[in-house]
Antibody, heavy 125, light 110 residues
Framework: QVQLVESGGGVVQPGRSLRLSCAAS????????MHWVRQAPGKGLEWVAV????????YFADSVKGRFTISRDNSKNTLYLQMNSLRTEDTAVYFC??????????????????WGQGTLVTVSS | SYVLTQPPSVSVAPGQTARITCGGN??????VHWYQQKPGQAPVQVVY???ARPSGIPERFSGSNSGNTATLTISRVEAGDEADYYC?????????????FGGGTKLTVL
């Protein structure tokens, strides 16, 4: 079955950087768009970014554009989120999620049919 | 940007039917997906593309979408259904794809 395991979270000071990883198994990773979705403590879900099946298309939420980058290594079945210039409002649990399709100009890529358990990022001085 | 509006809370007795709404401008032309999230756990997709059910999700969960409102219906509610529920759509009204979640509805089983 699909398994997504995030890692790399922790406590970081404002302005610093952090890289998250998501190891995938149980499906053909290179065929699906992959997302990062976050949830601030006690709050709702917020989409962060997506990478298409081959990493050629990448889109970001306005709240992280220019600070976060998303990438994937299909040879390692791993998704990454590089977070730079972190702010206190970036504090959240970060989930990786599998899209329903591979092409992410729209459509089925933007439904999340499997989720990891999440990794907590705390931005604090 | 596109906005999805959900009631903060819905309460229902065991065995009854719960209906959780998700309002958005002309949402009926979009594909709506629903997620269940229990405390301390990751979300789980319970309905996709308005009314399709992923494998393993009980038939008690169903969805509909028309006009300005999408609805998640949970029939014969059980204690284990108590959770937060989120609706979600893909929006292409700006110059790049975007994902919009509703604010979430806490379902309480009385």
């Amino acid at each position: 079955q699909v398994q997504l395991v995030e890692s790399g979270g922790g406590v970081v000071q404002p302005g610093r950087s952090l890289r998250l990883s998501c190891a995938a198994s149980g499906f053909t990773f290179s065929s699906y768009g992959m997302h990062w979705v976050r949830q601030a403590p006690g709050k709702g879900l917020e989409w962060v970014a997506v990478a298409s099946y081959d990493g050629s298309d990448k889109y970001f939420a306005d709240s992280v554009k220019g600070r976060f980058t998303i990438s994937r290594d299909n040879s390692k079945n791993t998704l990454y989120l590089q977070m730079n210039s972190l702010r206190t409002e970036d504090t959240a649990v970060y989930f990786c999620a599998k899209g329903g399709g591979g092409f992410c100009s729209g459509g089925s890529c933007y439904r999340f049919d499997s989720w990891g358990q999440g990794t907590l990022v705390t931005v604090s001085s | 940007s596109y906005v999805l509006t959900q009631p903060p809370s819905v309460s229902v007795a065991p065995g009854q039917t719960a209906r959780i709404t998700c309002g958005g401008n002309n949402i009926g032309i979009k594909s709506v997906h629903w997620y269940q999230q229990k405390p301390g756990q990751a979300p789980v997709q319970v309905v996709y593309d308005d009314s399709a059910r992923p494998s393993g999700i009980p038939e008690r969960f169903s969805g509909s979408n028309s006009g300005n409102t999408a609805t998640l219906t949970i029939s014969r509610v059980e204690a284990g259904d108590e959770a937060d529920y989120y609706c979600q759509v893909w929006d292409n009204s700006s110059d790049h794809p975007d994902v919009v979640f509703g604010g979430g509805t806490k379902l309480t089983v009385l």
